[in-house]
Each structure stands twice: as structure tokens, then as C-alpha cells.
């Protein structure tokens, strides 16, 4: 049984669909041991106390300097003893102690495909709003592993998503959401809890 740590900022809508992909059998043989946040204001935590998982919120703001809460934050994760760390809207820089720790062991989901519109300042609407200026045709999302860069780790999965006329950054941002990220994710965490991903 893979014990999954999932680690969120924002409203949860992807920790949803790996909770909801548990639930009806998408994902088999892993479990989500937690759900960290880094913000008490996130909708996330909410959708993990309502699936009865363990939530725990610890946030930067709450120490005098970075390495504290870094400690904190390795402590809690090794606490849960997790096989796999999902990073799912988590807008932390990830401790170099963590990354070593679980190399190879920590996945990301980013709403682009990667290489293009990545990198350090490139999240949330951000993402969109780069590709609508750019004027791409298709968009989508990645995940990936995580190491010591940003959004440079090894490509595990990606999957494409038509840009509209018309389409403003929340709309794009909506859909690729619903047409990549939500089927792209729990994928992933069921082909590691299977073997197929190595
Ligand atoms: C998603 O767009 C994801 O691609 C990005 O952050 C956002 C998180 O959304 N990494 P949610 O908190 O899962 O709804």
C-alpha cells in the first residue's frame, strides 16, 4: 500500500480528484496519510477533513527564519512516513534536505506543458495568462519529478488541451484543470502505487 503525503496551497481541487480517485478505484494499493498546507486559509484543508484524512497547516510566517520551518515542515512529513509526496498547487520552495530525502519519491503537477511556460514565477494564472499572450493553439499539463530546479525534474505524464477564441486566463486555467490535471494526477500516483512507474 503506497502512503501518499499531499502537500497544498490553495483551494484543493487536485487533492480532491486523488481523494475522489481513491474512493471509486482509480487509484488502487496507496492511501493518503496527510495533507500539509503551508496556508490556514486553504479550502484544501477543508476537503481533507471532510474525507477524514489527517490535515496539518504550518506556516512560514510562523518563524523568525526559513530553516525552522523547514525543520517543521521535513518533521511532519517524515512523521507520516510517506512512500510518495504529491505537490498539488504547493507554493513552498521544497527543502534541498526534502528533495534528497525523497528523490525520486516526490511528484508535481504543473498546468503546462513543459518546457514551455515553467520555471521560477510561473504558477497559477500566471501560467495562463503567458500562454494566452503567446497565442498557443494547445496548452495542457505535466507532472513530474521533482529535484533540485524548477518544474525540471523528469516528465512522467503530460496531456494536451485545446486554447479557445475567446478563452480568458480562468477559463483556460478551468479547463485544463478539468481535460489534464484532474485525470493526469491520480494516474500517476496509481501507476507508482503499481509498479509501472519507476
Ligand atoms: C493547479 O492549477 C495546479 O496545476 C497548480 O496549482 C493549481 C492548484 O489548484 N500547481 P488546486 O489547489 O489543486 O485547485
Not at 13 to 33: F, P
Not at 90 to 114: C, D, G, K, Q, T
Not at 130 to 135: D, I, T
Amino acid at each position: 500500500m503506497l502512503r501518499v503525503a499531499v502537500c497544498v496551497s490553495g483551494g484543493g481541487t487536485n487533492l480532491q480528484a486523488i481523494i475522489d480517485a481513491v474512493a471509486d478505484g482509480t487509484i488502487t494499493n496507496a492511501k493518503i496519510v496527510g495533507v500539509f498546507s503551508n496556508n490556514p486559509g486553504a479550502y484544501a484543508l477543508k476537503r481533507a477533513e471532510d474525507a477524514g484524512i489527517e490535515g496539518c497547516c504550518i506556516s512560514p510566517k510562523d518563524f523568525s527564519d526559513r530553516s525552522e520551518f523547514n525543520k517543521a515542515f521535513l518533521a511532519k512529513i517524515d512523521e507520516w512516513e510517506p512512500d510518495l509526496i504529491v505537490l498539488a498547487g504547493f507554493l513552498v520552495i521544497i527543502p534541498e534536505e526534502m528533495i534528497a530525502r525523497y528523490r525520486n519519491r516526490m511528484i508535481n503537477i504543473h498546468p503546462s506543458l513543459i518546457p514551455s511556460f515553467c520555471g521560477t514565477g510561473f504558477y497559477g494564472l500566471k501560467v495562463h495568462e503567458e500562454a494566452l499572450k503567446r497565442g498557443v493553439k494547445v496548452t495542457g499539463a505535466t507532472v513530474h519529478f521533482v529535484d533540485e530546479g524548477t518544474d525540471t525534474g523528469r516528465i512522467i505524464a503530460q496531456k494536451a488541451v485545446e486554447v479557445l477564441d475567446g478563452d480568458t486566463p480562468e477559463v483556460l486555467q478551468r479547463r485544463v484543470m478539468e481535460q489534464a490535471e484532474w485525470i493526469l494526477l491520480p494516474k500517476a500516483i496509481n501507476d507508482i502505487a503499481n509498479g509501472l512507474i519507476k
